[in-house]
Structures are given as structure tokens and as C-alpha cells.
């Protein structure tokens, strides 16, 4: 059973920096490749960043200089690095990967940026 569990959202004020995780299970994690997606009450990039299996990256433009995308094959962990947040990075951020045409999400956790 494939399993995604993410954590780390929390409120932040405009400027501030969070970590998000996503620990995965059920899966052969070092052959898969994860995006975070996020979906916010602004409808927006909702890709927000993806990781291969070989570590190739890619960010959407509104995320590009300001978030961090890695993986720790160790820990079945992907993260999410967030820094210099805007309010409308606000958003619940899901994990996410693709099995045999399945895809798999996590329950999601919510960002909130707001002064």
C-alpha cells in the first residue's frame, strides 16, 4: 500500500521560511519520482515543484529563486524548502507520485502566509 504522509505547514508571516516533508511508504522510494502541488484559494501554479528519480528538478516561474525542492532516499523523505513566502504561496501542498499509471497523494498540509 502506498502511503504520503506530509507535514510541516503551519501560518507564516509574509517574508518567513518553512520546511515542508513528505515521508513515503509501500514504494520502492530512490525509483520514483514526487511533485509538490498546492492548491489555494488563488488557483495558481498548482505545480509548485517536481523531483525525478535521477534528481532532474523543475520549479513553476512563481516559485523559481524562493523554493527548494530535495529527496533523501535514506529516509523516504521528499522536502519542500520555503523561504521569502508571499501571501498567495498560501495553499494546502500535497505530495504526490505516479505508480504503474496511479497516482498517489497525501492528505495535504495547509500554508497559511498573512501579516
Known amino acids: 500500500q502506498v502511503k504520503l504522509v506530509e507535514s510541516g505547514g503551519s501560518s507564516v508571516l509574509p517574508g518567513g521560511s518553512l520546511t515542508l516533508s513528505c515521508v513515503v511508504s509501500g514504494l520502492d522510494f530512490s525509483n520514483y519520482g514526487f511533485g509538490w502541488y498546492r492548491q489555494g484559494p488563488l488557483k495558481r501554479d498548482p505545480v509548485a515543484s517536481i523531483i525525478t528519480d535521477d534528481t532532474t528538478i523543475w520549479y513553476a516561474d512563481s516559485v523559481k529563486g524562493r523554493f527548494s525542492i530535495s529527496r533523501d532516499n535514506a529516509k523516504n523523505t521528499v522536502y519542500l524548502q520555503m523561504n521569502n513566502l508571499k501571501p498567495e504561496d498560501s495553499a494546502y501542498y500535497y505530495c504526490?507520485?505516479?505508480?504503474?499509471?496511479?497516482?498517489?497523494w497525501g492528505q495535504g498540509t495547509q500554508v497559511t502566509v498573512a501579516s
Open positions: 504526490r507520485t505516479v505508480r504503474y499509471g496511479v497516482f498517489y
